[in-house]
């Protein structure tokens, strides 16, 4: 099955920094890749996704970058504020049979933006 | 449109009894996903349902189990609760968006065994 590697865990900036968030994937059918945000006591809520025939996307201050060649994506996060605060989960999902679709999780990062 | 909403929101319970737990997905999604999130191993991936079949698996053991109603609704079984099993417990609905496949995650259940 899919395995996703997560680094690093933890991660401190200072405000208005940059933050990189790494991923690899080892399934090579993955074809999406979404990451999540999750606040302290919320929900995960989907930030920004990018697909497979895609080699990055931008929404703002967040971006996502994928190299399929070598199975990794980024997540680059500029001008942090303290409410970028939070644990990001990266995510590959690859089609597994039956018509269904699953999701593989990274460990997760906790990001913390100084003020 | 109201999003994915899970009930309880908190429960306690202790080592050798059950649980069920009950996830309703937005309104139009037919699939839902159910994970285990703790802080040590982040989220896994418990099952998958969609029309009311179970199309996906993880690799837990058999004392969790769920079911899908007609309504799209969903629910998951703890059997024989151990301390283990204490986590956050997530559902995320899915409307199979074509090449995309976006979850939405419900506020979760955060069970606790003693």
């Known amino acids: 099955g899919e395995n996703v590697e997560q680094h690093p865990s933890t991660l401190s900036v200072q405000e208005g920094d940059s933050a990189v968030i790494k991923c690899t994937y080892s399934d090579s059918a993955s074809n999406y890749f979404p990451w999540y945000k999750q606040e302290l006591g919320k929900r995960p809520q989907l930030i920004i996704d990018i697909r497979s025939n895609v080699g990055e996307k931008k929404d703002q201050r967040i971006a996502v970058t994928l190299n399929k060649t070598a199975k990794h994506f980024s997540l680059h996060i500029t001008e942090t504020q303290p409410e970028d605060s939070a644990v990001y989960f990266c995510?590959?999902?690859?089609?597994?049979?039956?018509?269904?679709?699953?999701?593989?999780f990274g460990k997760g990062t906790k990001l913390s933006v100084i003020p | 449109k109201a999003g994915v909403t899970q009930t309880p929101r908190y429960l306690i319970k202790t080592r050798g009894q059950q649980v069920t737990l009950s996830c309703s997905p937005i309104s139009g999604h037919r699939s839902v996903s159910w994970y285990q999130q703790t802080p040590g191993q982040g989220l896994q991936f418990l099952f998958e349902?969609?029309?009311?079949?179970?199309?996906n698996k993880g690799n837990f053991p058999g004392r969790f189990s769920g079911r899908q109603f007609s309504n799209s609704r969903s629910e998951m079984n703890v059997s024989t609760l151990e301390l283990g099993d204490s986590a956050l417990y997530l559902c995320?609905?899915?409307?199979?968006?074509?090449?995309?496949?976006?979850?939405?995650f419900g506020p979760g259940t955060r069970l606790t065994v003693t």
């Open positions: 995510a590959a999902v690859a089609y597994s049979g039956a018509g269904s679709y699953q999701l593989t």
């Open positions: 995320a609905s899915s409307a199979l968006a074509g090449f995309s496949y976006e979850q939405y």
């Open positions: 349902y969609f029309s009311e079949t179970q199309r």
